[in-house]
């Protein structure tokens, strides 16, 4: 009897679905009498010329910057819960955990000799702050971390430390994460041999005076140095007066403190129709820097992932399982050494029962430029492989051979418990000149491109959510 209740409903909700301009001039049949592999095709077509991913990240991001732990983040979190209900999501959530956060205060950086000028430089994120006066000191530049590793004990004694590395510009995020050990592990190797503070040319690839953040790691449970990206052309300009041969002297202010504070994760699901326990986790992160609005950063994969699933909602019959969008909070601030403090963590802590019946993981959290390829979750069938490979084709998307091993910082707690993982790769090739920048606001989102990421996420998430297909985790023993 319900099943015929629910027909009776989806036929209702058929007539109020627009089939696509292209199925009406083919005379194609509507959307609830297509198969599995042609809904998904659908889905992609109406993705493209969909506005929701877009209208949210312009909402999101008006409520301006999100950091970990900050009101602003908590406001943002509201939001995202209430939107969740408004577009029909069902389980809505808010669950929140204990975070040490960090507020960069207000800072400064100048060069004092050989020719006085102002830097444009940026805490790194849980640096701490300098003496009111400042902290002063001659700048040895070494040219990796390799180096400043190999600086005698002693050797930087009052000096100020600086790695000079280039971050390499890639089409995937490879450059990105080859440069990211030198922030993260940079003051704790500086401090040991002496140095007062610890200065990075930026992770970044432009060339505007735009310094770039990010988290630096915890040594001993702190930052033990006031720690700074310089922008681009700064680092340049302090390399070039290194080269006049007279000692380059800097000094550095900041407030920056740490508090006590609590983030969320913001959950909400579109229910499955036959195995609603069957999960497929999609996520975000909510918070972003303080410098910019986190438009690319993560407001954008928020957009993505919530108007993909908006689109499955929509169709008149939902898929067999469960679609759960997670926007995780305290992603940028996380401590990998402090497992407590980001979202990922905690919802695998809190949701460690379900695990077992996630079916898949993925994440969007590299702004919202083209994805160009895919990597699938283990275990993958050459049938469903083919069935995606024939979806993502016209998007020119190229569905990888190998499968994906990880998917990101959110999900990485999750999928580290053996849960399955799928990767979008996006190019990135502009993402990290804005990236943790003042620069990463709403106007470098490229509509066009951020709709052809709905389009690859809509289609997927249905060809595995409207699917019996099984998947294995990346881990050896984890796989389910
Ligand atoms: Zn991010």
Redesign the pocket.
Known sequence: VSSISRLLCVSAAVVALAAPAAAQRSGAKPVQSLGWEETAAVLAEKALKDDLAYEYTRELTTMGPRPAGSDAERRAAEWGAAKFRQLGFTNVAIEDFALTGWDRGVESAVILAPHPQPLAAASLGHAPSTPAAGVEGEVVLFPSMEALNAAPAGSLNGKIAMITRKMTRTQSSAGYGAATGARSAGPHAAAAKGAVAFLIRSVGTDDDRTPHTGTTRYADGRVPIPAFALSNPDADQIERLADLGKPVRVRLNSTARTYETRSQNVIGEVRGRAAPDEIVLIGC?LDSWDLGTGAQ??AA?CGIVTAAAKLIADLPIKPRRTIRVVLFGS??VAQPTDPQTRGGTDYAVRRAAELPKHIVAGES?LGSDNIYALALPGGFTPEFAAAVTRVMTPLKILVEPQAATNGGVDIGPTVQRGVPVFAFRQDAQRYFDLHHTANDTFDKVDKAQMDQNVAAWSALLWLIADSEARFKGASAEGGH
């Open positions: 992160h950063d993560d994969g992603e940028e959290d």
